[in-house]
């Protein structure tokens, strides 16, 4: 299998020269995050990552997960890498210091774990779905119900899960049958079946605290009619220890493509104890905290299987020798040149990390919005860090995803028949990576959120902020000849982004059908623009740093070149992607559907 080295100078780079987190310490109130502590964050997640993650990755797919009398059994060597992880403090790392967290930013949480998901997607899934349980309690649950459940869950001792799915239930939660009666001692008696739960069981940990969508007997159909209730695999005493066993269980574990060392299980519960967490019927709002931080760490794992993707893709390139050089013998002392010398697979290196890099920024900028909206002390920052993030969280997940598995496949068009056979570990980046495209909402789902929620909200309020923001940003550059080439194409982008906008508003109340016919198109674009403006600024960065004599050539000349790759090769789908949602919905809904 080969190699894997955390990007940890492209995350410093990110964090502390192109988006300057240091200018927001003072007011979030993260005196401990300077960019030297940083930047040792950064280093010791990467160890983490390659050290204890990667290690696992391989025989953690093959090994697979176990159900054995309703006991799950994850892979060896996985129970003492969740350890390993706990321990070290990832799991607390922006944890809320009342209960036991940290207190880092948010966005140095949601930074690492492209490390963690990148070396090992199925082992990174067990933390990060108590990290999104986490983040529901923190916002909905009582300070008793805090105080029972997040000192564990911050220190990892404990697991969450987010139980939403059903049989017949997926995107259209509204219609789940997982029923929740009062019991005399204000409790719940939850009682349904939910399927594909993430980590639903195991033994890592010694407790699990489920979270369960469900319904109460007096619910209102629909959306409107759905509770949230905690539901813990052991009863907690009133003194924090261990009580009797919940009544839940795994009936079963899912045979699947890929991501084989995590648990995702079929979870019964009958007339299990459940604690209404938040209102009743109020329990979209609170899936929703739970989706959005959940969403946002669903981007970095496409982020982070392309960029592992691009590592193994470098790595062979550079060691597989197949003819010669167009324009002449490059390794004369070889039969061969090493194919990273011909065009066609520099093109795919080139196209792989032009995404990386830019959908790095672009995460890192999302990660920052999060820590501004939760903590700024000016109410007008915060709203404003609120719209933007509301934007770029369907967009980063649909569009980090995307290409996350897009380019798993592009490395082993990179290895040729080789990557399709299992020891070079490609084809499993393939399998593991698919998944991400489908959960935490389907990338379409993704689309209509930001086509047909997010962009009208408050008035397009969030969508006018990132247009200035674009425009002022390109405009600031526009005369300076040696940006030319990054600039225009922005520009053109932006406005074919402006002119998309406006078909909407000229045709969705027309047919809402033309909604759903150009979001996907829609929800590319937008990705491809905030991508690219973040390319725009990391060429400044670059150049300035080149203009003062750094001792990085390499690392800032590099820059140039990829920011300029981007603008040639991902840049330029702004004319189709604007075909796309213009064409409408006409002829896509004309056909009959007997004719499918
Ligand atoms: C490995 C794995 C792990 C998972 N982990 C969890 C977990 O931990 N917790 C949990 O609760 N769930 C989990 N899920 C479930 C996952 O979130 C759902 O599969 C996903 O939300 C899609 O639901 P569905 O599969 O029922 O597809 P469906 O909702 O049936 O969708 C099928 C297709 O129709 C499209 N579609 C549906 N409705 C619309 C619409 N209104 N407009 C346009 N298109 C539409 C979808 O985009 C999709 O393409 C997991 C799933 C898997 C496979």
Request: glycine share 10%; net charge negative.
């Amino acid at each position: 299998m080969p190699g894997f080295t955390s990007p940890v100078r492209d995350l410093t780079f990110v964090a502390n020269e192109l988006h300057k987190f240091e200018d927001y310490r003072e007011a979030l109130g993260f005196e401990d995050a300077d960019p030297d502590t940083i930047a040792a964050i950064f280093e010791e997640a990467g160890r983490m990552a390659d050290e204890v993650f990667h290690p696992l990755n391989r025989s953690g797919d093959e090994e697979g997960c176990k159900l054995e009398d309703g006991k799950v059994t994850v892979p060896a060597g996985f129970t003492e890498a969740y350890k390993a992880y706990t321990e070290s403090g990832w799991s607390s790392l922006a944890a809320d210091p009342e209960y036991g967290g940290q207190g880092m930013p948010e966005m140095l949480s949601k930074m690492v774990g492209e490390l963690f998901s990148a070396t090992n997607h199925s082992l990174a899934m067990y933390p990060g779905l108590s990290h999104g349980a986490m983040s529901s309690l923190t916002v909905w649950a009582s300070e008793e119900m805090k105080q029972t459940y997040l000192p564990k869950l911050t220190t990892g001792e404990w697991t969450g899960t987010m139980n939403l799915t059903e049989g017949h239930a997926g995107t259209d939660l509204g219609i789940i049958r997982t029923k929740a009666e009062p019991n005399a001692d204000g409790s719940y008696a939850v009682s349904g079946e939910k399927i594909f739960i993430s980590a639903g069981e195991h033994e890592m940990s010694e407790n699990i605290i489920h979270l369960v969508l469900a319904k109460l007997p007096d619910a209102p159909p629909g959306t409107k009619g759905i509770s949230l209730f905690i539901v813990p695999k052991f009863m907690v005493n009133s003194d924090g220890s261990l009580g009797e066993r919940n009544s839940l269980k795994c009936t079963s574990i899912e045979h699947k493509m890929g991501i084989k060392g995590s648990a995702t299980c079929v979870m019964n519960y009958e007339n299990a104890t459940g604690f209404l967490c938040g209102e009743p019927h109020k329990g979209l709002r609170a899936m929703f905290t739970m989706m959005n931080a959940a969403r946002l760490g669903v981007a970095y794992e496409g982020l982070g299987a392309a960029e592992i993707a691009y590592q193994y893709a470098v790595e062979y390139a550079k060691d597989r020798t197949q003819g010669r050089s167009l324009t002449g013998t490059k390794a004369p002392e070889k039969p061969a040149d090493p194919i990273i010398h011909h065009p066609d697979v520099r093109r795919m290196l080139l196209t792989m990390r032009s995404f990386t890099e830019g959908a790095r920024a672009l995460g890192c900028w999302a990660g920052m919005l999060l820590d501004i909206s939760e903590r700024h002390p000016d109410e007008a920052e915060k709203e404003r860090a609120e719209d933007l993030l509301g934007l770029l969280t369907p967009v980063a997940k649909a569009f980090f995803t995307d290409e996350g598995t897009t380019h798993a496949s592009t490395a082993m068009q990179v290895y040729g028949g080789h990557g399709y056979i299992a020891e070079w570990g490609v084809e499993q980046l393939v399998r593991d990576a698919r998944i991400s495209q489908l959960y935490e909402g389907t990338n379409g789902i993704q689309a209509l959120d930001l086509v047909g929620r997010k962009l009208a909200l408050n008035g397009g309020r969030g969508l006018t902020t990132f247009m200035k923001e674009v425009y002022k940003g390109l405009k600031a550059e526009e005369d300076n000849d040696d940006m030319k080439a990054y600039v225009e194409p922005m520009q053109a982008a932006l406005a074919d982004l402006q002119a998309s906008t406006e078909w909407f508003m000229n045709n969705a109340m027309e047919n809402a059908d033309n909604v759903g016919s150009a979001s996907v198109a829609y929800c590319r674009l937008f990705a491809i623009v905030a991508t690219g403006y973040m390319w725009v600024r990391m060429v400044r960065v670059a150049k300035d740093a080149l203009a003062a004599g750094t001792d990085e050539k390499d690392f800032y000349g590099s820059k140039l070149i990829v920011g300029k790759f981007y603008m040639e090769h991902y840049a330029t789908e702004r004319t189709m992607l604007r075909a796309r949602v213009e064409a409408g919905c006409g002829t896509m809904m004309s056909m009959a559907v007997d004719a499918f």
